[in-house]
Nanobody
């Protein structure tokens, strides 16, 4: 059974940093595509970043240059380092996994989802 558990969310002041972590079980992050999405109140779930099994990454335009996705194969975790946070980054952040190798920015391409972790950025 695949399980994804996010951690690391919280309240941070604008301009600050947070690091989210996603612990995976039942699925090796080393040879699966993983992603992060976020959903603010009243809005659609939005793509944040993805990492392919070959290590290739790409991010959404709204976070490019500020957020970085990475993977630790030994710990079987995926992380999202978030710098220069803005109030508009406030959302529930979700970790997601595909059963294929290639990353995707499309929500419906992902097969497994975590429960989410809240990130709140104050102005």
């Amino acid at each position: 059974q695949v399980q994804l558990v996010e951690s690391g969310g919280g309240l941070v002041q604008g301009g600050g940093s947070l690091r989210l972590s996603c612990a995976a079980s039942g699925l090796p992050v080393s040879n699966r595509a993983m992603g992060w999405f976020r959903q603010a109140p009243g809005k659609e779930r939005e793509f944040v970043a993805t990492i392919s099994s070959n290590g290739g990454t790409y991010s959404g335009d709204s976070v490019k240059g500020r957020f970085t996705i990475s993977r630790d194969n030994t710990e079987n975790t995926v992380s999202l380092q978030m710098n220069s946070l803005k109030p508009e980054d406030t959302a529930v952040y979700y970790c997601a996994a595909r059963t294929t190798f290639w990353g995707s920015s499309i929500r419906r391409d992902y097969d497994y989802w975590g429960q989410g972790t809240q990130v709140t950025v104050s102005s």
